[in-house]
């Protein structure tokens, strides 16, 4: 046999073995093998670049741990895959309302999978503020001056919500869950009884839920002729007139809007009136009353 003849079957025999020693390899741990077949290669490419930024910080070994990046970073993230929820923005800003999560945590565009809460608040015409609350589902809720607020401050991903983290305050301070942002304004555009606040202080305090369009709809089936009915309504947020203005021996109350615009309302009428904010405006609502007929824009509340 030449020697050309025995180098072939020499290189045969060497594949044999390494197929042999490959199959042994991929019985003991075939998750890795059969991802090539699974999953295509431009995303194994783009979860091994991740792997590769994740190894700056992490120990290599402990990257098969579904806790390496739930403990760290509060939840993992999906790509491409958009979240829903909302997380309601209120208080002294120019756009109040609610934000999607989505929004707040820009799970695809930013490379470190977190937003500085400075920059959330910049992002929504928030530049000068003297605090902001942070307020989770659960409960919880954390109030930071603008003085305590570092770039450390972080707003990160959490399941399909968001949570709060900062290294420059203690771990207790940090929320999870977060559906509500109050921020506190350095101007006090509302006036209440001569005392200067405004409506993102007046959160903060003791606060009411007030239902209100609460009705009644029915449909009629199309395939049973039975007619079925639901209540339907919305809830707003604020602060009871009453808890707002000295009622002692005082019959009535002067609501002044931005525009000058004065109106005068008994002791009686102000039961049930609701300081809320709808739409960006201070509003004085009112449970029994079509909202054509709220108060907007109030700037001032006096007891007469």
């Known amino acids: ?12 025999v060497v594949a044999l073995v390494a197929g042999g020693v490959g199959i042994v390899v991929a019985s003991l741990r075939p998750a890795p093998v059969r991802a090539l077949t699974h999953y295509p ?21 402990e990257f098969h741990r579904c806790s390496t990046c739930h403990d ?48 959330f608040l910049a992002g929504q015409g928030v530049e000068d503020f ?14 930071i001056t603008r003085e305590n607020l570092t770039d450390t401050a972080w707003l990160l991903p959490f399941e399909d919500g968001i949570r709060f983290a900062s290294e420059d305050l203690h771990v207790s301070a940090w929320l999870k869950g977060i559906r509500r942002i109050v921020v506190v304004g350095r101007e006090s555009p509302l006036t209440i009884d001569g005392e200067p606040t405004s409506i993102g202080r007046l959160l903060l305090g003791p606060i009411q839920v007030l239902t209100v369009e609460q009705t009644q709809v029915m449909l ?46 008994g002791v009686d009428e102000v039961q049930d009136a609701v300081l809320v904010q709808v739409r960006g405006q201070v509003t004085l609502a009112f449970p029994d009353r079509a909202r054509s007929q709220w108060v907007t824009d109030v700037v001032a509340l006096e007891s007469e």
């Open 41 to 61: 290669l431009e995303l194994l490419i783009e979860e091994a670049a991740t792997m590769s930024d994740c190894a700056e910080c992490h120990d290599t070994a």
């Open 1 to 12: 046999m030449t020697r050309t003849r025995w180098l072939v079957v020499a290189l045969v």
């Open 220 to 265: 009629k089936s199309e395939e049973d002729g039975e007619v079925r009915s639901a209540q339907v309504g919305s809830r707003l947020r604020g602060v009871p007139l009453i808890w707002l203005l000295d009622r002692q021996a005082n019959s009535s109350f002067v609501v002044r809007t931005a525009s000058g615009d004065e109106q005068v309302f």
């Open 72 to 119: 760290e970073h509060g939840s993992a993230t999906l790509s491409g895959i958009p979240f829903y929820a909302v997380v309601a923005f209120e208080g002294d800003v120019p756009t109040p309302g609610y934000v999607y999560v989505d929004d707040v945590v820009p799970y695809l565009d930013h490379p470190a999978t977190y937003v500085s809460l400075r920059e």
């Open 130 to 143: 003297d605090s902001v609350t942070l307020a989770s589902d659960d409960g919880g809720f954390v109030t």
